[in-house]
């Protein structure tokens, strides 16, 4: 193995490799750079779509409890209504402005973190589509609400009907208005009471 013989010796001085004259680092480490780029940003708008999913799968699922508990708290009031028992039946009307205060708060803050999530989307999707459509051309089926145009172009879809408003609204003003009805009963109870 001679010094001057760069395939026995692929690293001349010891801990560089010696590459060819053509070879200029700064465009790999651009090209990588703008590979990581472009991989941060799928993986952070594929995140951001099953972060507003889950929560839109959340809220759903807390209205059901919302029901559920409706239910219940009304079944239980209805017999304290029959029993009169005014201070038992305003406790439980207490009880139900509170839970369903608690629930319609959780309920907003999980719409705000969905609406969050689908805005981070919209942003990655214009940002995308004005600074580095080859992200598009590599990515297509990730970016569902961009298409292409005739002329090699992108364009932003309107906005699905569930990142617009979906159930969630219903939900938190289903919450509220259960709320607002033990409310109702808590005060009639409390007038009768006194």
Do not use: C, H
Request: charge should be negative; hydrophobic fraction near 40%.
């Amino acid at each position: 193995m001679s010094e001057d013989d760069p395939v026995d010796e692929p690293f001349g001085n010891g801990w560089s490799v010696d590459y060819p004259v053509e070879y200029d680092p700064e465009a790999v480490e651009e090209v990588l750079s703008t590979e990581w780029k472009r991989n941060l940003l799928v993986v952070d708008y594929e995140s951001a779509g099953e972060d507003a999913r889950n929560k839109e799968t959340l809220l759903i699922q807390s209205f059901y409890v919302s029901l559920v508990l409706f239910g219940l708290l009304l079944d239980v009031g209805y017999r304290l209504a029959q029993q009169e028992e005014q201070l038992a039946l305003f406790g439980l009307s207490t009880l139900g402005v509170v839970l369903f205060g608690l629930l319609a708060n959780w309920s907003v803050r999980y719409r705000q973190g969905r609406d969050a999530s689908w805005d981070r989307r919209s942003e990655i999707e214009d940002f995308v589509k004005l600074a580095d459509p080859d992200v598009l051309r590599s990515n297509d089926s990730k970016f569902k609400r961009l298409s292409r145009t005739g002329d090699g172009t992108y364009r932003v879809d309107e906005q699905p009907w569930y990142e617009a408003g979906s159930i969630a609204t219903v939900v938190v003003y289903a919450e509220l208005a259960i709320g607002l009805l033990w409310l109702a009963v808590a005060v009639w109870t409390g007038t009768s009471l006194l």
